[in-house]
Nanobody, 122 residues
């Protein structure tokens, strides 16, 4: 499946932003979907994942309570609503699809989109 992430931008501390990731070229609903991020000079890290039906979600401790991941299988799209943004949220955000297990390990994801850059100024 091909993934196209969008919605990044420059915001201030405390602002909100919603990322979108549109999928094409496959059966979207069979995929577990995840968001990862990579800050400059750091390794890529898990942000959130959502099950095929959308009924189960997991979040990194650093974003739990501030970020919400949802999916719309009728639109082949997942979203990441990011509230109360902090400078440490600055990173390139990547969406990913897995046809295997529901989890937070990037090795478990099969397809990756290009990143969308989020910059949070203090």
């Amino acid at each position: 499946v091909q993934l196209q992430a969008s919605g990044g931008g420059l915001v201030q501390t405390g602002d909100s932003l919603r990322l979108s990731c549109a999928a094409s070229g496959g059966t979207f609903s069979v995929n577990v979907m995840g968001w990862f991020r990579q800050a400059p000079g750091k390794e890529r890290e898990f942000v959130a994942a959502i099950s095929r039906s959308g009924g189960a979600k997991i979040y990194a401790d650093s974003v739990r309570g501030r970020f919400t991941m949802t999916r719309d299988n009728t639109k082949n799209t997942v979203y990441l609503q990011m509230d109360s943004l902090k400078p440490e949220d600055t990173a390139a955000y990547y969406c990913a699809a897995s046809r295997r297990a529901f989890g937070s390990q990037d090795g478990g994801y099969d397809d990756w989109g290009q990143g969308t850059l989020v910059t949070v100024s203090s």
